[in-house]
């Protein structure tokens, strides 16, 4: 099998990469996440301009012909920063939905927004009750008329405090943790009825708790087909999942090298700690977790356009050892660094921080080792 990227594909990588050397520093970082809004529009303005949002969607829906391939590169570069900026709400997560599912008129409107920049989304779907369980909705939709009225509460929207719109999740029919019955909407965050109460995450995003009360929205605003929306949400957070993990191999790679360093530098003894074979030993085991989170990352990213289960069992599996691997060269950095690690100043701190929150995103390891169980044993 060919692992090697197209010409294209290693472009984009090295001007990323180098976009993101530029202006995500640890201390530039810091100050943003710091500042009052948490992040910085016009570098979502760079990312639009160098056609980066655009890049997973196909030329006829306004993009650049790419796929979950391109948008594994470009998170690997992001995870190496620890960009904030809400790629994955938006274009994997949002913007699958309307590529997967969305009319001519949706895809026209919404898809070319993201393309462009001029729309932040975010996707509102996790609730206090349902903790990884995608079909688990309370969150209610009722006809009104020619649109519907929506009730309920989201819980940790993240990129919420960003977004222009949100794309929610909604029961229809059914009981709450019926697979039927769900379908998924968009619509503009300030529309009456949307409350949102922001707040910063422990890893320097923004995220919201969404509260929808009697929020009225539109016929046109609901995706696909009526209450048949389940098998569209598994599909976008197996992409969104593969696209996080990729995220993550690209802050492992930067913990285990900035990790290296440091024990170069750091002296015990008259000596480099580097020198002391244990340690040596710990710092192979660290690269070693990343090589195979990568080897799992690249089986999830190939195969989401499988079939269901071929994907789901590849995007879970990837979830388990990527999550290892994350809080193992998490946790190594951190000890190896010593008291220093736990300091805000230095970056491995922030690094351990991503890298623990990507292990509970869309479930941790033992929701998916679960789920992996239950599918191969079908």
Not at 41 to 52: D, F, K, N, S, T
Not at 254 to 260: K, P, R, Y
Not at 306 to 321: G, H, N, T
Request: net charge negative; glycine share 10%.
């Amino acid at each position: 099998m060919d692992f090697n990227f197209t010409e294209e594909q290693d472009m984009v990588r090295d001007g990323l990469s180098r976009l993101v050397r530029e202006n995500y520093d640890p201390e530039t970082r810091r100050q943003v996440i710091a500042s009052e809004s948490g992040w910085r529009p016009e570098i979502w303005a760079q990312l639009a301009e160098l056609g980066i949002l655009g890049m997973p969607f196909s030329e006829e829906d306004g993009g650049f012909g790419g796929g979950p391939v391109d948008a594994m590169v470009v998170m690997e570069e992001f995870g190496k920063g620890l960009v904030v900026e809400p790629f994955v709400p938006t274009v994997v997560f949002a913007g699958g939905v309307f590529k997967h599912a969305g009319s001519a008129a949706q895809k026209e409107e919404h898809i070319g927004a993201i393309v462009s920049g001029e729309r932040v989304y975010a996707f509102a779907h996790a609730e206090p009750q349902g903790r990884y369980d995608l079909h688990d909705v309370q969150t209610s939709a009722k006809k009104d008329g020619d649109g519907w009225v929506l009730n309920g509460h989201k819980a940790v929207v993240i990129g919420a405090p960003w977004a222009s719109h949100l794309v929610v999740t909604a029961r229809t029919g059914g009981d709450r943790r019926d697979e039927s019955g769900i379908s998924v909407f968009v619509l503009d965050k300030s529309a009456d009825g949307v409350v949102t109460r922001d707040y910063a995450t422990v890893d320097g995003r923004r995220a919201s708790e969404v509260y929808f009360e009697n929020a009225s929205v539109p016929s046109d605003a609901l995706i696909g087909e009526e209450g048949e929306a389940l098998p569209l949400i598994e599909r976008v957070a197996d992409e969104a999942i593969a696209a996080l993990c990729a995220e993550a191999c690209g802050a492992m790679r930067v913990a285990h090298a900035t990790t290296l360093d440091y024990a170069k530098q750091r002296k015990q003894f008259g000596v480099p700690i580097a020198s002391f074979q244990v340690l040596q030993h710990r710092m192979v085991d660290m690269f070693t977790e990343c090589e195979q989170a990568v080897s799992m990352t690249y089986l999830a990213t190939i195969k989401l356009d499988a079939p269901d289960r071929e994907r789901k069992l590849a995007a879970s599996a990837a979830k388990v050892r990527v999550g290892q691997a994350a809080r193992f060269v998490g946790q190594e950095a951190i000890q190896i660094h010593g008291g220093n690690g736990m300091t805000d100043e230095y970056a491995i701190g922030h690094y351990f921080k991503r890298l623990t929150m990507i292990e509970s995103e869309f479930g941790n390891v033992d929701h998916h080792m679960k789920r992996h169980v239950a599918l191969a044993s079908r």
